[in-house]
């Protein structure tokens, strides 16, 4: 690569520079390997993002430049400031996805040789790998599709040669062709190496449990955090109950973090650890028995009706507090067997009196009304628990108190207080922290549950949907040394629930929009049960269908070996089936005449042209009655041989060819 | 920063060494395993393939994608690492159709003198109509030479012309990394063919040494033309050696190869250089043969232990050339 052309930047020597369009389609290739983020990155950043590359993409051919030192300097101080500021570090998969993708954008700027922009492309990988852990939704695939065939179309263009090379627009060029190509062969490939590789049935290293997780549940509830939450409309579980149970959706409870501790600024938290591992109860023959699949949560705990038997998971531990959790967090979705024993109470713990003293304890001095409230209560029904709880529900019933998602703002310190007697609008959060409240006064054991309630039937897909928007919050009383499941804001009479609320619910949607939902959700099922979830217990499974009973990773990977090696073979009989098609005719024709001259005697030798062998032949057999024929023939092949374009030698002029071949060789053995 | 530091050492210039020290010893094992009597067919035992440095990166990337992805059970991203894996690997097989049964028909090294540029000319056979891109032909020792197919029938190579006499050519390397740049796939391709390189020629020779009593004769024209052989014209014949009757039955061009002995007035003689070393006095005598060639004088060449016929003309320039080669 000695002529530089005049419109490449000048760069370091020895390193072979791109030419504009090289140049181009790599910035497109990263561009578009961006693209799958740009579904789960912070709208700022995406913004940079697309700004940076497209002005890049776009100045290409007019600028290739590497831009001023100082320009990415303050650049570089931008962006790492604008993900610290988004994220608020750069640890984790966020921030550090978001600070990859932010300084690849720049290399952008900078990049003139070959080598530059092959680590680009080589980074897009794993980038488009990487991007999966964020999301996996349907579109990812898509794009993420796309962005496999710009960044190998980028890598076919770069291997050619940049002067000389290529030239004009990079849509619809050369490359394409050949990657669609690749591709065709490589996807089943792909698709036996991903149902037949062996998985890992443990992770080799673990992730560290997010702090605030994806099922919008964490270990503290503050007033009014969970009211997002509760508009949410994103999946977080479906269920397959057995044999087509359809239990009463309004008694299924799927317990979260249990909250024992209220503090000073009504914030309900779990405090220290309160529970202790211990074993489930014994399975009956009344027990539910389901299966779910959970979103990714990023957190460790299980959903199960209350109240739990058994998960049919490895590495699962159950606590006092009746709940699952797994040795590591779901950071992918995750399918697993459950049966509960649908109830409205729950053992205790094996410490009773600890916990109903945990359950009684109130922050000094907050609320004075709502213990006033509770004193009165305990001393009207003489400390009887049942009977307070009674009264208490009553009170909500019949006061009027209001659901709704957007309740006035709390003034003071006692927000207690306020809710019970001024305000009277709230959500589950706010009936169940002043539930327990209103008991502990009373005297009465309470805690505060989180968790989801609830869920829609889909019968004609045939689950049922939890939705993040069902997070509820309810009460657990300790009465006859049982925690027996209490909901204040069931009490709330149906005319009393604001239509936000309602519409939240999506109890005001018109069919049609019920119905795109309803679809929508089901693809989405149907892709995480086939795909997102297969995994190691999943390809036994597909072993058991051919009746391979405890498939290891010694049969996966001997039928892997042979699915491959079929498909190597079936390629190799089409390659040879198409080369033998391609095979010029005319040479195989002048060959045969070849063999039989030297049979008399006329022998080509090696280096010898068919001009020159000609002009030997007719010194020596000029008289021959074959030689003029051989003569003509000759010529012809030469025509037919040497031509500018092989392919232009007709099918027809071939076959000429070969009659005067047939024609040759037969007065040659006349001779 | 880490190359430079590398470069002080020397380690790099030393492993560059070793690396052609090894390259060449292998091509010569693999180019004479492989068979060299010409035309010579890339089959499969003659390829050879190897990932490049960017083949071996892309595979530490796709190797922590794969791993990744299987400790996450990720499974979109698990397809993909695959996805681009099947495709790293198919390029391969490609790169591979794109050498193989490629045939070289023939190899031609025009004469060169010692010290400039051996031109070489090989030859491709249009063996099946299939096209092949990025191509890069490189003699050791030599230019690299990019080329694609349909498009080129010969490829022109040129490689130092180093030692005087029959000098055999270096292995030629054909190679692609296309289509992804991931893997090299190669053939050695050595031909038994030797060039013949002349004496290098001197840069400021004297002048011809001029026989003062007889002048500077112009040879007369050769009266009898002895038609010892016809062949094909080929390219650089002068017009007169062209046999006009006999292209003209022929219906293309044929050239007479001539022997016209004369008499000789311009004696280039070894013994009457005085003064230099061997090779310097050959180095002058080709310089002096062009330049008599050039003015189309007659002149005679001797040498210590054989002397030409006198002679002009091209033809022999040419074997006055040869014999100053191959002179022990």
């Known amino acids: 690569m000695s002529k530089v052309p005049s419109n490449t930047p000048s760069n370091k020597p020895g390193k072979p520079l791109l030419s504009p369009m090289q140049f181009q389609y790599s910035v497109m290739a990263l561009a578009a390997a961006s693209l799958p983020a740009l579904l789960w990155l912070e709208w700022s950043i995406s913004l940079c993002l697309v700004v940076i590359l497209g002005i890049r993409a776009s100045t290409a051919r007019r600028h290739p430049q590497a831009w001023p030192m100082w320009l990415r300097v303050v650049l570089i101080a931008a962006f790492v400031s604008l993900v610290v500021t988004n994220y608020g570090s750069f640890y984790g998969r966020g921030p550090g996805g978001a600070l990859l993708l932010l300084m690849l954008a720049l290399k952008s700027t900078e990049s003139a040789s070959t080598r530059d922009a092959r680590l680009m492309v080589c980074t897009s990988f794993f980038l488009l790998v990487a991007s ?27 291997s050619r040669p940049a002067v000389g090379g290529p030239s004009g627009s990079p849509f619809g060029r050369l490359g394409t062709k050949e990657v669609l190509t690749l591709l065709s062969l490589a996807i089943p490939v792909t698709l036996a190496l991903w149902l037949l590789f062996p998985r890992l049935s443990t992770p080799l290293w673990g992730t560290t449990e997010s702090d605030n ?30 044999n087509g149970v359809r239990p009463d959706r309004n008694s299924l ?36 028995n389901y299966e779910v699949i959970l979103e990714p949560t990023d957190q460790r705990m299980l959903f199960v009706a209350d109240q739990a038997i058994s998960v049919g998971e490895s590495s699962v531990f159950y606590n006092s507090e009746q709940r699952f959790f797994r040795t590591t967090p779901i950071s992918d979705l995750l399918r697993y067997r459950a ?32 213990i006033a409230l509770g004193q009165q209560f305990a001393q009207q029904y003489q400390k009887d628990p049942a009977a307070i709880v009674a009264a208490a529900l009553a009170m909500y019933r019949e006061q009027p108190f209001r ?30 922290s002043s539930f327990a409240t209103l008991m502990r006064a009373a005297g009465v054991p309470t805690r505060v549950t989180t ?187 030469i025509a037919l041989s040497y031509a500018d374009d092989l392919a232009n030698a007709s099918a027809l002029e071939a076959e000429a060819f070969a009659k005067a071949t047939q024609a040759l060789l037969k007065q040659m053995r006349g001779g | 920063m880490i190359r430079q530091l590398l470069e002080f050492i020397g380690l790099i210039g030393w492993l560059q060494r070793i690396k052609a020290r090894l390259n060449s010893r292998f091509s010569r094992i693999l180019g004479k395993r492989a068979g060299r009597s010409l035309p010579i067919l890339l089959n499969q035992k003659r390829l050879y393939v190897l990932p490049t440095g960017f083949g071996c990166f892309t595979a530490l990337v796709l190797f922590v994608c794969t791993l990744g992805a299987l400790n996450y059970n990720n499974n979109l991203a698990l397809g993909f690492a695959f996805l681009f894996c099947a495709l790293a690997f198919l390029s391969v097989h490609v790169a591979h159709r794109n050498l193989i049964r490629l045939e070289f028909s023939h190899v031609l090294a025009q004469p060169a003198f010692a010290g400039g540029d051996l031109a070489v000319e090989v030859g491709i056979n249009p063996h099946d109509a299939r096209a092949r891109t990025c191509l890069n032909g490189e003699f050791e020792f030599g230019t690299r030479v990019e080329f694609e197919l349909p498009g080129a029938s010969a490829i022109q190579f040129a490689l130092p012309a180093v030692k005087r006499g029959w000098q055999e050519l270096p292995p030629l390397t054909i190679s692609t990394q296309w289509p992804f740049g991931l893997f090299t796939v190669w053939a050695h391709v050595w031909p038994e063919t030797q060039a013949l390189i002349y004496p290098m020629l001197e840069a400021k020779p004297p002048n011809l040494p001029v026989d003062s009593s007889h002048g500077l004769g112009r040879a007369s024209h050769a009266g009898d033309e002895d038609l010892r052989n016809l062949r094909a ?9 062209i046999a006009w009757r006999a292209s003209a039955r022929a219906g293309e061009l044929r050239t007479r190869e001539l022997e016209t002995p004369t008499s000789s007035e311009l004696v280039l003689d070894y013994q009457h250089i005085q003064g230099l070393a061997h090779e310097a006095k050959l180095s002058r005598l080709a310089a002096w043969c062009v330049r008599a060639a050039a003015e189309q004088a007659n002149f005679e060449l001797r040498l210590p232990n054989q002397a030409s016929a006198s002679g002009q003309g091209a033809a022999h320039l040419l074997s006055c050339l040869k014999q100053l080669a191959l002179t022990p």
């Open chain 1, 132 to 158: 999966f852990l964020m999301s996996q939704s349907f579109m990812a695939l898509i794009l993420s599709a796309i962005a496999t065939i710009f960044c190998f179309g980028a890598l076919e263009v770069l």
């Open chain 1, 213 to 242: 997780g994806r099922s919008g549940l964490s270990n503290t509830m503050t007033p009014g955090s969970m009211a997002e939450l509760l508009i949410d409309d994103s999946p977080l579980m479906r269920i397959r109950f057995d």
């Open chain 1, 253 to 288: 409870y799927f317990r979260g973090p249990v909250l024992w501790d209220l503090g000073g600024d009504g914030t309900w938290s779990t405090g220290e650890i309160r529970s202790h591992l211990m074993r489930p109860s014994a399975a009956s023959p009344q027990d539910l």
């Open chain 1, 339 to 370: 049966s509960s024993a649908l109830s409205s109470t729950v053992p205790p713990g094996r410490y009773v009196p600890q916990e109903r003293l945990w359950a009684l304890r109130l922050p000094p001095d907050r609320n004075p009304r709502t």
């Open chain 1, 403 to 432: 659901y709704t998602l957007a309740p006035p703002e709390f003034l003071g310190i006692h927000t207690t207080d306020e809710f019970l007697f001024d305000t009277r609008a709230g959500f589950c959060q706010h009936f169940s």
């Open chain 1, 451 to 637: 968790g989801f309630a609830g869920g829609e039937y889909r019968d004609n897909a045939g689950y049922f949907l939890v939705t993040k928007a069902r997070a509820h919050a309810w009460n657990e009383v300790l009465i006859d040394n049982v925690w027996q499941r209490i909901d204040p804001t069931g009490q709330v009479p149906p005319e009393r629930v604001d239509a936000a609320a309602r519409e939240a619910f999506g109890e005001n949607q018109s069919d049609f929009m019920r119905a795109l939902r309803e679809r929508r959700d089901q693809i989405a099922d149907w892709w995480n049960r086939t795909v997102l979830n297969f995994n190691a217990a999943r390809q036994a499974d597909l072993f058991k269908s051919f009746g391979v009973a405890n498939a290891g990773w010694e049969q996966l990977v001997g039928t892997l070996a042979g699915v491959l090696a079929g498909l190597g073979g079936l390629w190799a009989l089409i390659v040879w089936y198409r080369d033998r098609r391609s095979e010029n005719p005319v040479q195989i024709h002048y060959l045969r005449v070849l063999k039989r001259l030297a049979q008399l005697g006329f022998e080509r030798e090696s280096a010898e042209g068919p001009r020159d062998f000609l002009v030997r032949v007719q010194l020596a057999a000029a008289q021959k009655p074959w030689f003029d024929a051989f003569d003509e023939l000759t010529q012809r092949y």
């Open chain 2, 233 to 241: 014209y080929r390219p650089g014949d002068a017009p007169r050696q």
